[in-house]
């Protein structure tokens, strides 16, 4: 059947559902998922840009609705966690003037059913409170996430749904160019897994430096975190986009759930509209 056809019936499958949309903001990309009740009908990941309009932003997006025949009229509402506040501002206006809803935004205010132990919950950052969401009552707790984003973050939740804290390290990516720009004789090189740890040329042995080192940077905290926890049985999970790379050199991560972040801003949602 041509594709355009696959299109136009998938189309009018969905131009009678409600769908809730879900976006998370990230420094470096952006993570978008539709949903139709408890199922994931498409999700993207784009660059974040900055400098874009609401109007620039509703482009990329309607061309993303187009390509998987999803009408744009059928939002029933959605939600945005966000590290850049002023794609908070854009892309609520974008929800508002092109998809006709005015979007949840999490932050102060919003229910979560989360004990935060921070001692200024206002400095935890969305994402983190929607990975926590999300992995506590997908997994249950007490739970380790490990957020491999433009900054790594690893995040404590108890069984008692207590957010107890966490740790913020540099995202492998922006060690890395920190490297290559600081180092003359450096360049820059993929990151990648390497089979041995003993580079047998330059560019070898700053992937394997930089590979291992980062496994080892995650599997000290992971370690202490569990410690500070009192020990016994912690699940961990981890998410973001260089999650299944870095945790195939290492153990000590028990699930990847490149969904998490989207699954716990939808959980978030539904609970605020009960």
Do not use: W
């Not at 290559?180 to 740890?197: C, Q």
């Amino acid at each position: 059947m041509p594709l355009l056809l696959l299109l136009q019936g998938l189309y009018e499958k969905l131009e009678g559902e409600l769908m809730i949309l879900a976006i998370d903001v990230g420094n470096t990309n952006m993570v978008l998922g539709i949903y139709d009740d408890n199922r994931l009908l498409a999700s993207y990941r784009i660059a974040t840009h900055h400098e874009y309009t609401e109007d620039e932003y509703a482009s990329v997006f309607d061309s993303l609705l187009q390509f998987n025949g999803i009408n744009p009229k059928g939002f029933e509402g959605g939600i945005i966690s966000s590290v850049v506040p002023t794609l908070t501002v854009t892309l609520g206006k974008m929800c508002d003037k092109y998809l006709f809803f005015k979007p949840l935004l999490v932050g102060p205010g919003i229910k979560t059913g989360i004990n935060i132990k921070y001692e200024n919950p206002r400095e935890v950052g969305a994402d983190r409170i929607a990975n926590a969401v999300a992995a506590y009552y997908k997994y249950g707790g007490p739970i380790i996430i490990i957020d491999f984003g433009t900054a790594t973050t690893f995040d404590a939740i108890t069984a008692d749904f207590d957010y107890l804290g966490g740790a913020i390290a540099p995202g492998i990516s922006i060690s890395s160019e920190a490297l290559f720009k600081s180092a003359a004789r450096l360049y820059r090189v993929e990151i990648a897994r390497s089979d041995k740890i003993i580079g047998k040329n330059t560019a070898a042995s700053m992937q394997s430096g930089i590979y291992y080192g980062y496994i080892g940077l995650v599997e000290n905290i992971v370690k202490k975190m569990k410690e500070e926890m009192g020990g016994g049985r912690i699940n961990t999970v981890a998410t973001g986009g260089l999650a299944p790379l870095i945790c195939s050199g290492t153990k000590n991560i028990d699930t990847v759930d490149m969904m998490l972040t989207l699954d716990g801003l939808k959980m978030i949602y539904e609970k605020n509209m009960d």
